[in-house]
């Protein structure tokens, strides 16, 4: 095996502090540039409505106008019938009929129950302005539990996620390849439409229509397909891409205010966001007959085919790093023991080892003793830690009890190799989980007497074991 040795440095305080800050903080400043300007006064923003004009002028569009500017996008239908049409196919969030009497506001109490009450407001106006009365019919009334129309969100948020979380969880599950990765997505993907669809209808939450589990499954695929695609390239990164798409920007845009009352800014966000387009697909299947959820349906889709693109460029990455070191691609790239182990936030570090294992705060995922044929310590023993790839983790040297410890290590398979002036080498590989320090022992025998394993190096140690630190 060929491996890249390189010294390993003692990592600077400031460093530390910076890795361990820049996360929060930027999730901080995310939510606070994101959740505050979207959500604090909502109002309408270019928000599309319809005004009959078979009855005689009101001037509608110009007391919208003056009320809001910039708020209403006015077109005009040919009447009553083509006014509440045009709420109903989702082509406008209210259609107003001036009269000589009354003037009829339809209005959508499934697109935000804000939304509708504002609607109401400055359409009121309106009637004034025309020395009417104003009549509001609602055409897509909501359960009797979703009050203000936000409960499609809240499922949304429930069912995406997770899929976000399952991403990162199977990231450490070193023993599935991508395809028992997928299928892992699929199976918990359809459990938990199951689940949440008979649990919000049972609790009165969502009317009674499977469609609402084919919308929630493709969610929560969307989220988990795409954010197992894009971790192998953003490493490190991951968490704050992960976050920052599926909680700082999606919750925003998703509807907890009505999209019609975002800012323009995020108004384009929610068009292509896949919680925002979810609730959409939602809204139109339960609350609408079916209209306007095409396009929803396919943004979701794309969601899904970019992570399966994603996930099939670093299969193909790794096939041509496997084909370059002249090793069995179809065998390698079918199980890989670990895809991206640089995904793992923490810094391989030595700890300094003590008499009886006092290892200070920091927990140690490897530990273990280097003795000599006559089992007595080794002292200043070489312990190298290598990655599935060959390259050095972390190198470190036993104390005068012939004694190591090492934390911050990436879950899966590691190599460990011994090494000490006058001794045969010993590799022993290790299998790292999470909450469990792995205990790894070495017996260095002399040269001349050591069994040889592939260029004067064996494999071997002393009876070891695991043990959970508390």
């Known amino acids: 095996m060929r491996h890249r040795i390189k010294l390993s440095q003692e990592v600077h305080p400031a ?19 994101c959740l505050a300007p979207a959500l604090h006064a909502p109002q309408p923003h270019n928000a599309k409505v319809v005004v009959a004009h078979s009855a005689p002028d009101s001037g509608s569009e110009a007391v919208l106008r003056r009320q809001h500017p910039g708020g209403f996008d006015v077109t005009t239908v040919a009447g009553r019938q083509e006014a509440r049409r045009a709420v109903l196919d989702r082509n406008a969030v209210a259609g107003y009929v001036p009269g000589r009497t009354h003037g009829v506001l339809y ?19 309106v009637a004034a302005h025309d020395r009417v009365k104003l009549q509001v019919e609602d055409v897509a009334p909501t359960v009797a539990k979703d009050q203000m129309g936000t409960t499609l969100v809240y499922f949304g948020v429930a069912w995406s996620i997770p899929g976000y979380i399952l991403a990162t969880t199977l990231l450490r599950a070193v023993t599935f390849n991508r395809r028992r990765k997928l299928l892992t997505v699929m199976g918990l993907s359809a459990l938990l439409s199951l689940v949440g669809f008979l649990a919000g209808v049972r609790l009165g939450y969502l009317p009674d229509d499977p469609s609402t589990m084919v919308v929630a499954f493709l969610l929560t695929t969307a989220v988990a397909t795409f954010s197992s695609g894009v971790a192998p390239f ?28 975002l800012p323009t800014f995020f108004q384009y966000l929610h068009d292509v966001m896949p919680l925002g387009n979810a609730v ?40 041509r790093q496997f084909a370059q070191q002249g090793l069995n691609t179809e065998e390698n790239i079918e199980e890989p023991p670990v895809e991206d182990p640089s995904v793992e ?54 104390n005068a009890d012939g004694e190591y410890a090492v934390t911050g290590l990436p879950e899966g398979y590691i190599s460990v190799v011994i090494s000490s002036s006058g001794q045969t080498p010993v590799v022993d ?21 050591g069994t040889p394993f592939g260029g004067g190096m064996y494999r071997g140690s002393a009876p070891s074991d695991e043990m959970p630190y508390q």
């Not at 490897?366 to 990655?387: E, M, S």
Request: proline share 6%; aromatic share 8%.
């Open 234 to 261: 953003t490493k490190q990164l991951f968490p704050a891409v992960g976050m920052g798409l599926f909680i700082v920007l999606s919750v925003p845009s998703s509807g907890v205010a009505p999209v019609a009352m």
């Open 280 to 319: 959409d697909a939602l809204r139109g299947f339960l609350y609408f007959n079916g209209a306007g959820v095409l396009g929803p349906i396919l943004v979701l889709c794309a969601w899904i085919t970019a992570g399966l693109a994603l996930l099939g460029l670093d299969a193909w990455r790794h096939h």
């Open 107 to 125: 209005v959508a109490k499934a697109n935000g129950v804000s939304l509708e009450q504002a609607l109401i407001k400055d359409f009121s106006t």
């Open 15 to 33: 460093r530390t502090l910076a890795e361990a800050l820049w996360f929060p903080t930027t999730l901080f400043l995310g939510l606070l540039f």
């Open 429 to 449: 590989q290790k299998l790292l989980q999470s909450g469990v320090a792995a205990q790894a022992d070495f017996v260095l025998r002399g040269r001349l007497g």
């Open 345 to 398: 936030t923490p810094t391989p570090t030595a700890l300094p080892v003590h008499r009886h294992h006092h290892f200070g705060e920091s927990v140690p995922m490897l530990f273990g003793t280097v003795r000599n044929a006559q089992q007595r310590p080794v002292r200043h023993a070489a312990v190298t830690v290598i990655d599935t790839r060959g390259r050095q983790l972390v190198r470190t040297m036993t």
